[in-house]
């Protein structure tokens, strides 16, 4: 299970010698994110010199993505955008890359492992099910997405799709003014890596070498695309569903009675809330965009609310305090079916049975957590691993979401990023 990274720019990351066995040539290498239980990783890869390796067979699906320069397979060779993808037990043919080539590198399944073969006639692997694919992308056109969320303005190019599993490769491109006011999680694992542009979300703000691992069920949002647009090379290990939240919050807090002494000595409180947390980031063209998509929404007969900044407005969580508080006071301590027999003053006594209190309204607290998990939620391959992706069908119950309230911080651009949740 890899962690979540939530977000950051590569630039806070150190530089390692590049493990790719069997290959000549120097390269170094940035990780990303890293599965230390099988190996699969995604890389930021640096060729100092021009590298190569012969034929082979990789120990796990294998991708490569250019950013900057070229590589070369089967004698064909691709520059800025070239993709090839190296399924795991196929052999494969002859890979160089340019000195100086910038390269984003993923393994999926597997580890860095790799067998040299005399061609790529040897034999495949007993489970090996796929073909390698070269495609150069800056050739393709930017198709529309099919559901681009509230409004029109998200394209995609597919480099790569699993039709068994449905994992997926693909650019995304969402055009300059393009939003979505609502937070989103997934059934699927999804990560990126912001090749152009800039856009603002809930965790901070996607430009140049951002990137990000979220896990299944992560709840994230609020996106703008903001100057010039943003495009993406995003991954999902499944097909992505959305599942939309609106008026989200989330609240914790206790006495925090050794920070340091608060106002006339009173312990500090420490509570935090997506209000509590909240920080003038966004910028008015920023928040005009999220106007626009629920506006949009609205236009389309949408029941969608209006977009309400974190820290501005009524917060949810107190106001769910309140309702216990009155659910509390209603039932006055016990059951509204109290009933029981007593004697009143004037020399007469009776059985009465009667109410105290007034029955309480029922209480809406929303969906039970058992109602949004699926049956088996403990009981599958990967019961342990709470953002393990899973298959997911239309009908199938929702299972609820994994909520994160931290923002983020990026040491290299000295600035603290996002309103959490």
Request: charged share 20%; aromatic share 10%; proline share 8%.
């Amino acid at each position: 299970m890899r962690p979540h990274v939530e977000l950051i720019q590569e630039d806070d990351y150190v530089w390692h010698a590049a493990e790719l066995p069997g290959g000549e040539g120097r390269a170094s290498e940035r990780r990303l994110s890293v599965d230390e239980e099988d190996g699969s990783s995604s890389l930021r890869l640096d060729f100092h010199t021009d590298w190569g390796r012969g034929p082979g067979i990789h120990h796990a699906n294998t991708e490569f993505y250019v950013l900057d320069g070229a590589l070369t397979y089967g004698g064909r060779t691709i520059g800025q955008g070239g993709y090839l993808y190296l399924p795991r037990g196929v052999p494969t043919e002859s890979v160089r890359f340019t000195e100086g080539s910038r390269v984003l590198h993923y393994r999926e399944y597997g580890d860095a492992g790799f067998d040299p073969v005399d061609s790529p006639a040897a034999p495949r692997w007993t489970d090996a099910r796929e073909d390698v694919i070269v495609i150069d992308s800056a050739a393709m056109n930017f198709d529309a997405v099919p559901n681009p969320g509230p409004m029109p303005g998200l394209f995609i190019k597919y480099l790569h799709v699993d039709p068994i599993t449905g994992f997926y490769t693909r650019l995304v491109y969402a055009e300059e003014g393009w939003s979505d006011h609502r937070l989103a999680h997934h059934p699927c694992y999804e990560e990126a890596y912001t090749t152009q542009g800039h856009m603002e979300y809930n965790f901070g703000t996607l430009d140049l070498g951002t990137y990000f691992f979220r896990p299944a069920r992560v709840k994230h949002g609020h996106f703008t695309s903001m100057e010039g647009g943003a495009t993406w090379l995003l991954r999902s290990d499944g097909e992505l569903f959305n599942w939309y939240t609106q008026n989200e919050w989330v609240r914790w807090g206790g006495e925090a009675l050794n920070y340091g002494p608060g106002p006339e000595g009173q312990p500090l409180r420490w509570s935090q809330s997506s209000h509590d947390l909240a920080q003038p980031w966004r910028t008015g063209p920023d928040l005009d965009r999220l106007q626009q998509a629920w506006k949009f929404q609205h236009e389309q007969g949408a029941p969608d609310d209006h977009f309400v900044p974190h820290g501005l407005g009524i917060d949810p969580s107190l106001m769910a305090i309140a309702k216990a508080i009155d659910a509390a006071n209603l039932q006055g301590g016990h059951g509204p079916d109290h009933s029981h027999s007593h004697s009143h003053d004037g020399g007469h006594g009776h059985d009465s049975g009667h109410d105290h209190h007034p029955v309480p309204p029922a209480m809406d607290w929303g969906a039970q957590p058992g109602s949004l998990a699926h049956a088996d939620e403990r009981t599958w391959a990967h019961a342990h691993n709470w953002g393990a992706g899973r298959t997911w069908s239309a009908g199938d119950p929702v299972p609820g979401p994994i909520l994160s309230s931290l923002p983020v911080r990026s040491r290299s651009r000295g600035r603290w990023d996002g309103d959490g949740m």
